[in-house]
């Protein structure tokens, strides 16, 4: 089971931008489809964008296109997310998911999570 570390939350300015890391460890990352997901209060997890194995193909929620960009690095075992042209409505927990099958969005298909971290977007 792989394991894996969110880092590069904080508190932002609404426009502003945040780079969001995610270190994998004990698994063999390229086989891991990789996705971030995010939990704002009140609200249920929902995906915000998943990338394939090799990086080829990506997905991103609507909410979120043209704003955020999923990258992966397999050589350094790492997945990002950057985050551009913020908005208040971004405000939430950001989780780092993975799993080694071609799963759906829906984070209960997921089998390994990472612990999160916040991102504050203030208005």
């Known amino acids: 089971q792989v394991q894996l570390v969110e880092s590069g939350g904080g508190l932002v300015q609404a426009g502003g931008s945040l780079r969001l890391s995610c270190a994998a460890s004990g698994g063999t990352f390229s086989m891991y489809q990789m996705g971030w997901f995010r939990q704002a209060p009140g609200k249920e997890r929902e995906a915000v964008a998943v990338?394939?194995?090799?990086?080829?193909?990506?997905y991103y929620a609507d909410s979120v296109k043209g704003r955020f960009t999923i990258s992966r690095d397999n050589a350094k075992n790492m997945v990002y997310l950057q985050m551009n042209s913020l908005k208040p409505e971004d405000t939430a927990v950001y989780f780092c998911a993975a799993d080694t099958r071609s799963v759906g969005l829906s984070p209960s298909a997921w089998s390994s999570w990472g612990q999160g971290t916040q991102v504050t977007v203030s208005s």
């Open positions: 990338i394939t194995r090799s990086g080829s193909s990506t």
